[in-house]
């Protein structure tokens, strides 16, 4: 179980830094827009921290994205 989640936090983390670089945004950048700290980001693009409801929507909305757009994992292995 540990391991399937690990797997979906490093898919939202690749997605949110795809998004944030294609916006040209620093993690630091994203952290002020999102009113959260620069670590934080940095840890969740790594897929090292599980991500909250409320920061999820906070950097959905830094990044002028969805939410969905965010939880796309698709691309995860079942």
Do not use: C, P, W
Request: net charge negative; hydrophobic share 40%; proline share 0%.
């Amino acid at each position: 179980m540990s391991s399937i989640m690990g797997n979906i936090n490093k898919e939202i983390g690749f997605n949110i830094r795809g998004i944030r670089e294609h916006h040209g945004l620093t993690q630091e950048e994203l952290a002020d827009l999102a009113d959260l700290h620069r670590a934080y980001i940095g840890q969740i693009e790594r897929g090292e921290k599980n991500i909250g409801i409320k920061n999820l929507e906070k950097i959905a909305k830094a990044l002028n994205v969805s939410i969905k757009v965010l939880v796309d994992v698709s691309s995860v292995d079942e």
